[in-house]
């Protein structure tokens, strides 16, 4: 089992910057793959970056060149740094871990809201 506590979402003017960061229970590398999810009013949650137990990194296209999902292996968290924030990205950024014992398991954290307003 692990437990995730998102922080660091909040309110930003289009253009901003904002680090959102998932801290973890356990060592990050136990843990098969870290993600983060967004979830807009009214759409359905949809993924935004991993990065695996041996640092393999992936982001959506849509936040590409944008978004850069790091990890602190001492910290045991996980942050997703964002930068040219749009009001498309407005959401409620949720951090996943997924581990393998004898099936996969996933573990959600309670998320955390951006908001991004001029």
């Known amino acids: 089992q692990v437990q995730l506590v998102e922080s660091g979402g909040g309110l930003v003017q289009p253009g901003g910057s904002l680090r959102l960061s998932c801290a973890a229970s356990r060592s990050i590398l136990s843990i098969n793959t870290i993600s983060w999810y967004r979830q807009a009013p009214g759409k359905e949650r949809e993924w935004v970056a991993d990065?695996?137990?041996?640092?393999?990194?992936n982001h959506a296209d849509s936040v590409k060149g944008r978004f850069t999902i790091s990890r602190d292996n001492a910290k045991n968290t996980v942050y997703l740094q964002m930068n040219g924030l749009k009001p498309d990205d407005t959401a409620v950024y949720y951090c996943k871990a997924r581990i393998w014992t004898d099936i996969w398991h996933d573990y959600w954290g309670q998320g955390t809201q951006v908001t991004v307003s001029s």
């Open positions: 990065i695996t137990g041996a640092g393999a990194i």
